[in-house]
């Protein structure tokens, strides 16, 4: 398979290149060239197969040309070596929890997936180790970190903002030793950006190292994120709740949106023949894409400090993709996606709702998509909100909210009990190009 860019201007990459580059070379995002459509007996079966079963037959059918089956095979069972539980909160609403991996959040689907496929091609093309640089302003340094970690022929380094992000997220990625490397900035995440950026564009640096990025706009990052949408479907199909033509034309998902990657998966999912009637896009304050959705004008802006942080978005990258997805067509965009947006009163409101009629904690991200599947959600149609992230990692925000203390997973608190190794630069290039060429 090939990936062409969505910029149109640049030649088509095949699968190795569009991992080892992430961005195409006229800056747009790749795009495979066509989208396989899986087989009705596929569908027939899906109830009884596990989320390793259906998501190799999903990865085989966009990397199956590029990748020998029982290496792709490998790659997909020790992505997903952990659960992905699909729970009914109230009649017809299902939470699919997408945060059992090693950092409580999504992220952790597409980066280890990311990381597993990159060190195979790195092999392949027997070239010496690949430098991954990555500026985080908190969650996608744990997820790239812990996703790489241990990972050969790779070497990571986290560039993120002293002093800015939680103790928590720190130490998800300080922690770790081996093969991540956390530089630890004088400065704002922005001078990060900037710092990864000019080490890009530096010639030396790319003559002495082979540098990429992990950032979420990978193909090998995002098209993984499609194979939970089909277990969620046969999750779905495996109960007697519902006949199977009901099934087949009334599944909504509700999905927290920011970069629109997760959101991309879906619609990529629904177009290889995954029966879902309609999606909808669950914005926080930062609502460029819920926008665009009501009135067709797309105007990106800088974004704004919620307390669903990680949907702080103002330019969603992935936009490029879902707009080719669909030819430009706004209409084919508004009849398949909704979008609707809160702010941080009414998301505080909906986890301290939910909670005290339920049970049921949401973290202010699931909290966000659980609030529109609400809204929207018709009598006869069953919905699905995606929670991204466990709501310990936002213990103050959720604490406050319900008034009521919780308690941290094991798997979460052990980063805290470790010890932090960090290498402190100043926002100056010429320090980090040392830096990197001595620790190499
Ligand atoms: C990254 C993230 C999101 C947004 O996902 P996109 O694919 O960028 O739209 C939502 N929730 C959490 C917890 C995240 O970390």
């Given at each position: 398979?090939?990936?062409?860019?969505?910029?149109?201007?640049?030649?088509?990459?095949?699968?190795?290149?569009?991992?080892?580059?992430?961005?195409a070379?006229?800056?747009?995002?790749?795009?495979?060239?066509?989208?396989?459509?899986?087989?009705?007996?596929?569908?027939?079966?899906?109830?009884?197969?596990s989320?390793?079963?259906?998501?190799?037959?999903?990865?085989?059918?966009f990397?199956?040309?590029?990748i020998?089956?029982?290496?792709?095979?490998?790659?997909?069972?020790?992505?997903?070596?952990?659960?992905?539980?699909?729970?009914?909160?109230?009649?017809?609403?299902?939470?699919?929890?997408?945060?059992?991996g090693?950092t409580?959040?999504?992220?952790d689907?597409?980066?280890?997936?990311?990381?597993?496929?990159l060190?195979?091609?790195?092999?392949?093309?027997?070239?010496?180790?690949?430098?991954?640089?990555?500026?985080?302003?908190?969650?996608?340094?744990?997820a790239?970190?812990?996703g790489?970690?241990?990972?050969?022929?790779?070497?990571?380094?986290?560039?993120y903002?002293?002093?800015?992000?939680?103790?928590?997220?720190?130490?998800?990625?300080?922690?770790?030793?081996?093969?991540?490397?956390?530089?630890?900035?004088?400065?704002?995440?922005?001078?990060?950006?900037?710092?990864?950026?000019?080490?890009?564009?530096?010639?030396?640096?790319?003559?002495?190292?082979?540098?990429?990025?992990?950032?979420?706009?990978?193909?090998?990052?995002?098209?993984?994120?499609?194979?939970?949408?089909?277990?969620?479907?046969?999750?779905?199909?495996?109960?007697?709740s519902?006949k199977?033509?009901?099934?087949?034309?009334?599944?909504?998902?509700?999905?927290?949106?920011?970069?629109?990657?997760?959101?991309?998966?879906?619609?990529?999912?629904?177009?290889?023949?995954?029966?879902?009637?309609?999606?909808?896009?669950?914005?926080?304050?930062?609502?460029?894409?819920?926008?665009?959705?009501?009135?067709?004008?797309y105007?990106?802006?800088?974004?704004?400090?919620?307390?669903?942080?990680?949907?702080?978005?103002?330019?969603?990258s992935?936009?490029?993709?879902?707009?080719?997805?669909?030819?430009?067509?706004?209409?084919?965009?508004?009849?398949?996606?909704?979008?609707?947006?809160?702010?941080?009163?009414?998301?505080?409101?909906?986890?301290?709702?939910?909670?005290?009629?339920?049970?049921?904690?949401?973290?202010?991200?699931?909290?966000?998509?659980?609030?529109?599947?609400?809204?929207?959600?018709?009598?006869?149609?069953?919905?699905?909100?995606?929670?991204?992230?466990?709501?310990?990692?936002?213990?103050?925000?959720?604490?406050?909210?319900?008034?009521?203390?919780?308690?941290?997973?094991?798997?979460?608190?052990k980063?805290?009990?470790?010890?932090?190794?960090?290498?402190?630069?100043?926002?100056?290039?010429?320090?980090l190009?040392?830096?990197?060429?001595?620790?190499?």
């Amino acid at each position: 398979m090939l990936f062409y860019s969505t910029n149109k201007k640049a030649p088509k990459a095949s699968l190795q290149e569009a991992v080892i580059k992430g961005l195409a070379s006229d800056r747009g995002l790749f795009m495979p060239e066509h989208i396989p459509y899986l087989s009705d007996n596929f569908f027939k079966e899906i109830a009884d197969k596990s989320l390793v079963e259906i998501s190799k037959t999903v990865a085989e059918a966009f990397f199956g040309d590029d990748i020998p089956k029982e290496k792709l095979d490998s790659i997909v069972a020790d992505t997903l070596n952990f659960e992905i539980p699909l729970i009914e909160i109230e009649k017809d609403i299902f939470v699919l929890e997408l945060f059992h991996g090693p950092t409580f959040a999504f992220k952790d689907v597409g980066a280890r997936f990311m990381a597993r496929m990159l060190s195979y091609f790195v092999k392949e093309r027997n070239q010496d180790d690949v430098k991954v640089l990555v500026a985080t302003s908190g969650d996608t340094g744990s997820a790239v970190a812990n996703g790489f970690l241990g990972v050969e022929g790779i070497q990571v380094f986290v560039l993120y903002p002293s002093g800015k992000v939680s103790e928590m997220q720190e130490a998800q990625f300080t922690t770790l030793g081996q093969n991540i490397v956390a530089l630890e900035v004088d400065g704002t995440f922005d001078d990060c950006q900037a710092l990864v950026k000019s080490a890009f564009m530096d010639e030396e640096l790319n003559q002495k190292l082979n540098l990429t990025s992990a950032n979420s706009i990978n193909v090998a990052r995002f098209l993984p994120q499609s194979f939970y949408y089909f277990y969620a479907f046969a999750q779905l199909a495996k109960l007697n709740s519902y006949k199977e033509s009901a099934l087949a034309e009334n599944v909504v998902f509700s999905v927290p949106s920011g970069n629109l990657g997760n959101l991309t998966a879906g619609l990529f999912a629904n177009k290889m023949g995954l029966p879902i009637k309609r999606f909808i896009a669950a914005n926080n304050n930062n609502d460029v894409f819920t926008k665009y959705l009501q009135n067709g004008v797309y105007s990106p802006r800088s974004s704004v400090q919620t307390i669903a942080n990680a949907m702080d978005v103002g330019a969603p990258s992935n936009f490029e993709r879902i707009f080719d997805l669909y030819d430009g067509s706004y209409d084919d965009i508004k009849s398949k996606v909704k979008g609707f947006a809160y702010n941080d009163d009414q998301i505080a409101e909906a986890i301290k709702e939910l909670y005290n009629r339920t049970g049921y904690l949401a973290d202010p991200h699931s909290a966000c998509a659980y609030l529109a599947l609400r809204e929207d959600k018709k009598e006869n149609e069953i919905g699905v909100f995606l929670s991204t992230a466990h709501p310990a990692k936002f213990i103050e925000t959720v604490e406050g909210c319900i008034e009521n203390k919780i308690s941290i997973p094991a798997g979460l608190a052990k980063f805290m009990e470790l010890k932090k190794q960090t290498y402190s630069i100043s926002n100056d290039f010429k320090q980090l190009k040392k830096t990197l060429l001595s620790l190499s």
